[in-house]
T-cell receptor, first 122, second 107 residues
Framework: EVQLVQSGAEVKKPGESLKISCKGSGYTFTSYWIGWVRQMPGKGLEYMGIIYPGDSDTRYSPSFQGQVTISVDKSISTAYLQWSSLKASDTAIYYC?????????FGWGDYWGQGTLVTVSS | EIVMTQSPATLSVSPGERATLSCRASQSVSSNLAWYQQKPGQAPRLLIYGVSIRATGIPARFSGSGSGTDFTLTISSLQSEDFAVYYCQQYNDWPHTFGQGTKLEIK
């Protein structure tokens, strides 16, 4: 059974750093892109970026380029989303999703993590 | 970036009736269009990809149609568990983009 299990909720202060995780199981982790999706309170879904665990190729949405870092540790089948300096506007639920397809053609999100709530408040 | 626009924002329908949700892309996305369902407190769930292909385990009352820039999700006979928010998403170009969502509520 394919599963993506995300790390738990976080409460942080503005300016702090944070790294959240998404662990895949039940499939060949290195063969599918993993994406990170933001959902701000009461709002819709936005792709932040994607990473291919096989070779760490990473693509960012222009809106998020330079704002976050996406990485992976394929030895433990885990992808990460990282901030160096959080802002109150980073308060949101963050989902990871496995993208269908292969190294050269990635598509829809067929499996999703349960989400990680990040709250940034002074 | 391709902009996806969904209509209406909110749709009120009675159980057992048909619901029709629309999604329009700012440029052609070919057949690279998916639909997701999201219930409160839950992650999105894939319903349809490739415009009209139901994901594993999705009931036949969900159907998708369209091509190019105009797409439709139809739920033929609404069940209580279908009341949720629905998002369309294009995966033709990176960044993949979602519509703003249609909230399907009980009339």
């Amino acid at each position: 059974e394919v599963q993506l299990v995300q790390s738990g909720a976080e409460v942080k202060k503005p300016g702090e750093s944070l790294k959240i995780s998404c662990k895949g199981s039940g499939y060949t982790f290195t063969s599918y892109w993993i994406g990170w999706v933001r959902q701000m309170p009461g709002k819709g879904l936005e792709y932040m970026g994607i990473i291919y665990p096989g070779d760490s190729d990473t693509r960012y949405s222009p809106s998020f380029q330079g704002q976050v870092t996406i990485s992976v540790d394929k030895s433990i089948s885990t992808a990460y989303l990282q901030w160096s300096s959080l802002k109150a506007s980073d308060t949101a639920i963050y989902y990871c999703a496995r993208l269908s397809g292969n190294r050269y053609s990635f598509g829809w999100g067929d499996y999703w993590g349960q989400g990680t709530l990040v709250t940034v408040s002074s | 970036e391709i902009v996806m626009t969904q209509s209406p924002a909110t749709l009120s329908v009675s159980p057992g009736e048909r619901a029709t949700l629309s999604c329009r892309a700012s440029q052609s996305v070919s057949s690279n269009l998916a639909w997701y369902q999201q219930k409160p407190g839950q992650a999105p769930r894939l319903l349809i990809y490739g415009v009209s292909i139901r994901a594993t385990g999705i009931p036949a009352r969900f159907s998708g149609s369209g091509s190019g820039t105009d797409f439709t999700l139809t739920i033929s006979s609404l069940q209580s568990e279908d009341f949720a928010v629905y998002y369309c998403q294009q995966y033709n170009d990176w960044p993949h983009t979602f519509g703003q969502g249609t909230k399907l509520e009980i009339k």
